[in-house]
């Protein structure tokens, strides 16, 4: 076991054993890891925090469950994936309110400054995850975003290693084919813009 | 749909697509990690050393009152169809009134259901196996499919 892994082990030990400090330190350590992870999953900041919140509550209701065989990050992302795909199973039985349309509607709003540029290129892509089919949607993001292994994202998702490198292929034509369509979209509003 | 032929790539070739991906990423700033809000972790360390305190809630008790609905339902069907009224006050007027009604009225619903339930029951579980087959297909369906 690496020193980092056993350090994992002793915070978790300490927060099953109601250390407020040791929850602290793993909130603030994953925070950033799982706000990634639902926001990439969900395209959406408020239901990111919301997410994010949920799966903390989860995990520290089942913490003592956690196998401290695996890294804690890929526990609580597993906890981050299932969470996500519910709620974004949920969604398709939502009606669509006037911020979900605006949402899909292109921006009209000009962004001279390169800040407002590099915020809608990432727009894009984010984009563009969005149209990918949920299962291809999370391989996507734990291998590119979240830098897993493949034994690590099966890990998260319950699959195979097999599976994963499949599933990975597909995401990443798919993934092409989607930000090749948004590129074609960038330039057409570019310049009618 | 995902197990064809041409998706069974040697580690290399795995890697060369993968490197060509995050070529075309790169392109688009990405991938990068989004920053949460500034306030997000210290929000969720005070939600959970806070935790809302555990009241009572009423609709814990609903799986026991069809129980109870079943149990008052064939008391008046079955046995006596004044008493279970009843208990809800005089049957002639009010609450026990309506218990009365409501039991005369299933009393031939029920004797019905007596004589046709060998080709009801069929029908019902053939409604249920449909009705769940249907719930799979539409919630296993990939979000891409759907849309």
């Known amino acids: 076991m690496s020193e980092s892994q056993s350090d994992e082990v002793d915070l978790v030990a300490r927060a099953c054993n109601g250390d407020q400090s040791a929850c602290a330190t793993i909130v603030q350590r994953y925070t950033g890891v799982l706000y990634n992870q639902a926001y990439r999953m969900l395209g959406d900041t408020f239901e990111a925090e919301d997410a994010v919140q949920e799966v903390f509550l989860r995990a520290f209701r089942s913490l003592q469950s956690y196998d401290p065989s695996r890294r804690l990050v890929t526990w609580l992302l597993t906890i981050c994936s299932n969470y996500c795909i519910d709620r974004l199973r949920r969604r398709r039985f939502k009606w669509l309110t006037l911020e979900d349309v605006a949402f899909w509607l292109p921006d009209v709003q000009p962004g001279p400054e390169r800040s407002v540029l590099q915020r809608a290129e990432q727009e894009i892509v984010q984009r563009a995850l969005q149209r990918l089919p949920e299962n291809y949607r999370g391989v996507a993001i734990l291998r590119f975003w979240h830098d897993l292994s493949y034994e690590e994202i099966g890990s998260v998702l319950g699959l195979t290693e097999a599976t994963v490198k499949t599933r990975l292929h597909r995401a990443r034509k798919l993934l092409q084919e989607a930000l090749a369509a948004e590129e074609d979209l960038w330039n057409t509003e570019g310049m009618t813009s | ?147």
């Open chain 2, 1 to 147: 749909m995902e197990h064809g032929r041409d998706d069974e790539l040697t580690d290399a070739e795995l890697a060369a697509a993968e490197a060509e991906l995050r070529m075309l990423l790169a392109r688009w700033g990405e991938p990068q990690m989004v920053s949460p809000p500034a306030d997000l972790s210290a929000r969720i360390v005070r939600r959970l050393s806070n935790p809302p305190p555990e009241r009572w809630r009423w609709y814990r008790l609903w799986p026991v009152v069809p129980f109870l609905l079943v149990l008052l339902g064939m008391w008046g069907l079955l046995i006596d169809s004044d008493a279970p009224a009843a208990l809800f006050g005089d049957p002639e007027t009010g609450v026990g009134r309506l218990v009365l009604t409501l039991i005369l009225i299933a009393k031939p619903l029920w004797y019905l259901w007596l004589a046709a339930a060998w080709w009801l029951l069929p029908g019902l579980l053939l409604l249920l196996s449909v009705g769940w087959m249907w719930w799979r297909l539409i919630a296993d369906a990939p979000l891409a499919e759907v849309s």
